[in-house]
DNA sequence: AAGTGGTCTAGACCACAAA
DNA sequence: TTGTGGTCTAGACCACTTG
């Protein structure tokens, strides 16, 4: 109740108190939380304006609401993780590491069918692979294979893969709107292993990403980090 | 503009719009969306409906508004990765598969120095140390070691675990308000590669969980996953 | 039938930043 | 100084659902 007070609206601190009680479990789940009109007195403030925190609450997944019955705190099952994935440079100079960059080979060549697990395309378009490796602090630090849908990216045929890497050209090049990520453990390959500076049979975080924009399939990227030496970290909380 | 009409409410319709023209490429990166006041001419609505909508994008992390100036669209760069993280017996029931769960472990003891990486607590307080194993259609699925920290769930004392999983129990326990995760591979250990029934070596997923509620750490959880045999998939769209 | 939440309005005042 | 977004009000009507 007195906890939160500081520059933060009406809004976000009836958002806030009502979040505390939540997580220190004070409205455990099931719980029935105050009716808006309750919270509207409570707080001297207008129904919107309580609403309107309730509202993100359930974006939160921390209450549900129904009508004429009120709303309650929910039952958490689903942790939702929220985990940032950063552009591949920008995430070894937050590690305060110098970051380098080799190509390790590119072809201009049309779609195959075996190409197909990773860049759904029909036989023939013309694509882009790019095979690099991201070094930091001077040591092998990821290894990518990366398929360009060159009908989606033309001006990637015509783009220099030399001195930088194409995942940091394609985030500022091409507007994308749904992405699925593939994170799986393996033994390092052979290719994997000359470019890492492994042993094979290493074990590998393998992270596949696939890109689409409204059109097509842009991209497909598999980046294999040591196991040992790279890990994904996320942070969450309840329900966010 | 023809596209979203549906049972939606108007400020669903105009965030589904804008956010539309925005992942089209429509409008790019640091294009100038209409001010507030023009949106609501061309919708015949209110400025709290657009506002209500234009605050959504800036939560999605699709636009960035600035006083005076007016909404930009965001240069996208941090892909924010969301995934479900289930419960175990629920995941293998969502793959079809018959749940089995055996207990290989079960000790209580005060916590020693060494759990400091896993759990953070003072050196002697009550711990109990719990290691499973989860099969999936009679198969070893996923390899479980689990440290519970009993001041904060004194109930866990006294509870079977033999039968049922500890994680599901504490699911509905306990109230947590944070949790971390940490993903790597690692080449099976003994233990792991025996409870798995693997080749010592070969490569696995390790998913480490650390959950806390408001008062301390309630539980640290490291699950090995065979590497071949699991993968962790996370859909997004853009910014979201 | 009654009470809840979902949505929307037509104003208002303020903070902030650019001109 | 001016125009933008941030926030809030005091109503209103409606849909839904439970009793």
Known sequence: MEST????????????EVEGRILSGEWPPGHRI???HELTEQYGCSRMTVNKAL???????????????????THPQVQSLVM?????????????????????????????????PRLDLVEGEP??????????????????????NLAAVPLAASTDFSIHPPGSWLLGQVPWSAAE??????????????ALDLAPGTACLVIERRTWNSEAQITHVRLTYPGDRHQLVAQFSHGT
């Open 5 to 16: 007070a500081k520059g933060k609206s009406l809004h976000e601190r009836i958002l806030g």
């Open 34 to 36: 105050p009716f808006e």
């Open 55 to 73: 509202s993100e609450l359930v974006k939160k997944g921390l209450i549900e609401r129904r009508r004429r019955s009120g709303s309650f705190v």
């Open 84 to 116: 940032q994935i950063q552009d591949i440079p920008r995430e070894v100079q937050a590690l305060g590491l110098d970051y380098e960059y080799r190509l390790v080979s590119i072809e201009k060549r049309p779609y195959r069918k075996n190409d197909r």
């Open 127 to 148: 694509i882009l692979a790019i095979t690099s490796c991201h070094l930091a602090g001077g040591l092998p630090f990821c290894f990518e294979e990366r398929l360009i």
């Open 181 to 194: 990520h593939h994170i799986r453990a393996v033994s390092a390959g052979r290719r994997a292993a000359d």
